[in-house]
């Protein structure tokens, strides 16, 4: 037999990625397929969750074949998954609706009704969400209302991870991490909330059994591990959700560790050691491993962003994803800093973090005829990194923070980025060789519950290997008025009324 290997699969928005790690972090096999996304009307967003389980399993087999008979060597298998996904499913386990992402903004609505019956702060303060349609809690609220018919029928709510794992387990497991980003986990207790319970009208049944993301347990279907040619005693680890797991994947998972994920979506997250909780209720905490919880923010229009104006503004239009953010990202190197006063609001989907105001819609100012793509190319990426340096601003008031800030993430190796977040940050960046955060942490978590390793690290002794940012000073001054003047404009637009008259 070869070196024990952890298969580690990561459940994305865009794409699934399945790797072989090894304990000292080297990758000895990987794959990628990418996947899209369904928008049935405006703001809703949704997948079908038996093709994303297909591709999970297809992902999990390429990967294998790939590595040319490796599975022998494979001691568990381990998952990420996106967070915020929720659909319900029927007594024979069968979807009764396609999983509601979370980018799905329908339940903005419900959000304002639940305010109006339930106590939000006291939920808060239960499970470390703020109330907001970007949680499962809300999500299922719409369902509730809009849907009943399904509703009568649904005896289980699940995650898109927990309905990928059901045919290995044959049951319903759910990990305590992709549980407290449903906005109904009691961060305490480490049980589902009885205050959202109560707020939904739900038992405890609904939902799956909580168990420890580094727990092994059995596959029952072990015809499914033959065919992969894994050995039929492989144990399953559930992993985490994918935003915990970022940080313990880039080493930000010391207290005070910061990792900054930027992919579709961009997230701000600080290591600490208990549970905290924003006096304004702007920030969320979630579980993560023994003895920390990850505490920031999420900023929903990131990597997304800069691909509707690689897909919807370039010419001619970027052919995927990638492509996309990589153009853009290059058109925005043209430009310098402050975009020549372009102001970009890019809230293409309903803005949380930090403004938690759904309400807003993508917004140029400044525009002239001497403008172009490459200017508003530059505002959408100054406007993500302004959001994001006033998160991290926020929770690190709350917590001592250890530098540097730990950058990973898809959009992170957009040339112009990492440079741009430590002069906007006006602090050192570190970017990882790899940016495989999330996936890096579903490894060290199945290779901590194998005994592989010691702690939820991988063993390497030597710092890992990347690129460290230093901030300009002039650019940083620069970016530090620039901030306060995008901060006043989003305030200024917020009292002005003006979205209450456009909102759909």
């Not at 006063?341 to 809230?347: A, E, K, L, N, S």
């Not at 390793?453 to 970016?479: H, K, N």
Request: glycine fraction near 12%; charged fraction near 20%.
């Amino acid at each position: 037999m070869g070196e024990p290997l952890i298969l580690a699969v990561d459940i994305g928005t865009s794409s699934i990625r399945a790797a072989l790690y090894s304990a000292d972090g080297r990758v000895r096999g990987y794959t990628q397929k990418r996947h899209g996304v369904l928008r049935p009307e405006p703001f809703m967003e949704e997948q079908d969750p038996d093709a994303v389980r297909a591709l999970v399993f297809d992902s999990i087999a390429a990967c294998l074949e790939g590595a040319g008979g490796a599975g022998s060597d494979v001691r568990g298998m381990a998952f990420s998954s996106q967070m915020y996904s929720v659909f319900p499913v029927d007594a024979e386990n069968a979807p009764l609706h396609n999983s509601i992402l979370w980018s799905d903004g329908r339940a903005e609505a419900v959000v304002d009704a639940m305010r109006g019956r339930i106590d939000a702060d006291a939920l808060y303060r239960e499970t470390g969400c703020p109330l907001n349609s970007l949680y499962p809690v809300a999500k299922i609220a719409w369902l509730l209302q809009n849907r009943p018919e399904i509703c009568r029928r649904a005896a289980k709510y699940v995650s898109i991870k927990d309905y990928v794992l059901f045919p290995l387990l044959g049951g319903w497991k759910t990990d305590c991490s992709t549980a407290s980003g449903s906005g109904m986990l009691d961060l305490a207790n480490g049980r589902w909330s009885r205050l959202a319970l109560a707020a939904l009208g739900l038992a405890e049944e609904a939902f799956p059994e909580l168990a420890a993301g580094w727990t092994p347990l059995a596959v029952r279907n072990g015809g499914m591990l033959r065919r992969w040619g894994l050995p039929e005693t492989t144990p399953l680890f559930l992993g985490g959700g994918d935003g915990p797991l970022a940080n313990i994947g880039s080493g930000a998972n010391r207290v005070g560790g910061v990792n900054i994920d930027l992919g579709t979506s961009g997230a701000v997250r600080v290591a600490v050691d208990k549970p905290m909780f924003e006096p304004a209720g702007r920030l969320w905490c979630y579980a993560m491993q023994p003895g920390r919880w990850a505490y920031g923010g999420i900023v929903t229009n990131a990597g997304n962003a800069l691909q509707w104006l690689g897909t919807n503004l370039a010419f001619p239009p970027a052919a995927d994803p990638d492509a996309a953010t990589s153009e853009i990202g290059k058109l925005a190197e043209e430009v310098p800093a402050g975009a020549g006063g372009v102001v970009c609001i890019p809230y293409f989907r309903k803005a949380r973090a930090p403004n938690w105001d759904g309400r807003f819609r993508g917004t140029m100012l400044g525009l002239t005829a001497g403008h172009d793509l490459r200017h508003i190319a530059r505002a959408a990426i100054e406007a993500i990194a302004f959001d994001l340096a006033t998160i991290l601003e926020m929770a690190a008031g709350g917590e001592a923070t250890s530098p540097p800030v730990i950058l990973t993430g898809g959009v992170s190796r957009t040339r112009l980025v990492p440079q741009l977040l430590a002069d906007v940050f006006d602090a050192a960046v570190f970017m990882p060789s790899h940016c495989e955060g999330s996936m890096a942490g579903a490894a060290i978590t199945g290779l901590r519950g194998a005994g592989l390793i010691a702690d939820f690290a991988f063993e390497r002794s030597a710092a890992a290997p990347g690129t460290l940012y230093e901030p300009a000073r002039a650019e940083a001054s620069f970016y530090r008025e620039l901030r306060r003047r995008y901060s006043q404009l989003i305030k200024t637009i917020q009292d002005s009324g003006l979205l209450e008259s456009i909102r759909s």
